[in-house]
């Protein structure tokens, strides 16, 4: 059973993805800590209904980055963690902190990757016209978005989409997406092949 810690800044939908997916029976783990960035986060009260460690490791702003992620690299050591998991987490991850846990750390993303990193993504889809969105389960690397692809879910785009449809729409698949990929992760039954994750069984 893989141990899980999982980092958030807001919502916690993938969160409550996770939280599901593990009682259902459907991915073999353990989620064992909880770290949001923001102290209102919602994703805050589901781990702690769920009866989920969950700790809130405040910003305190790009000069102490440095200190923060090393905070972070701690309490995830201590945790014992096989892998950790970005839902919704707003910060890019330090060098060192992706260092410490080569090929442990994964990202859920709302675009079909590379296309539309960064903010907004479903918005910038929009903006740009692609006819089919969706989303992208990645391994983390130093860069933004980047890092080698585990899982991709695609959905078409209407003509009358709003950016808060879309990204209603990506969502439900990010949900799907998210516990298949940590499952195909724990197995350790893949390998990277150029920028793809390759499935062994
Ligand atoms: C998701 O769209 C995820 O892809 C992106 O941030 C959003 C987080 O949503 N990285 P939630 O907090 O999991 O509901």
Known sequence: MGRLAVLISGRGSNLQALIDAIDAGKLDAEIV?????RAGALGLSRAQKAGIP??????????????YFERMTELLQKAQVDLVIL??????????????????????????LPAFPGLRSQRQALEYGV??????VHFVDEGLDSGPIIVQKAVPVYDG????????????????ALP???SL?????????????????
């Open 54 to 67: 969950a700790q809130v490791l405040l910003w305190e702003g790009e000069e102490r980055r440095t200190q």
């Open 185 to 201: 992760v724990l197995s350790k039954q893949w390998q990277i092949r150029g920028r793809r994750v390759i499935c062994e069984y």
């Open 87 to 112: 839902a919704g987490f707003m910060r890019l991850l330090s060098a060192n902190l992706v260092r410490a846990f080569p090929q442990g750390i994964i990202n859920i993303h709302p675009s079909l």
């Open 33 to 37: 800590l909880v770290i949001s960035d």
């Open 161 to 176: 989409d709003t950016e808060e449809i879309l990204s209603e729409r990506i969502l439900v698949k990010e949900h799907e």
């Open 131 to 136: 006819k089919v969105a969706g989303c992208t």
């Open 180 to 182: 298949e990929a940590i």
